[in-house]
């Protein structure tokens, strides 16, 4: 899970920078290794923090 969680952070980092570091607060909440493995993947695809902040909302 510890390494789930810091691909997330790079992968936020990297395509979005400080804005999507921001969302770690909300994904480190996660209980669950199916929902990370979602968020990562939504990160892939989404288009903006807020497509990300959405199944944030969704899911915490």
Do not use: C, H, P, Q
Request: glycine share 14%; proline share 0%; net charge negative.
């Amino acid at each position: 899970m510890e390494g789930l969680l810091e691909g997330i952070e790079l992968g936020l980092e990297l395509k979005y920078g400080a804005a999507g570091l921001e969302l770690m607060n909300m994904v480190r909440v996660m209980s669950t290794v199916d929902k990370l493995e979602e968020f990562k993947n939504l990160i892939r695809k989404a288009g903006s923090v807020d497509d990300l902040k959405g199944f944030l909302g969704k899911s915490v």
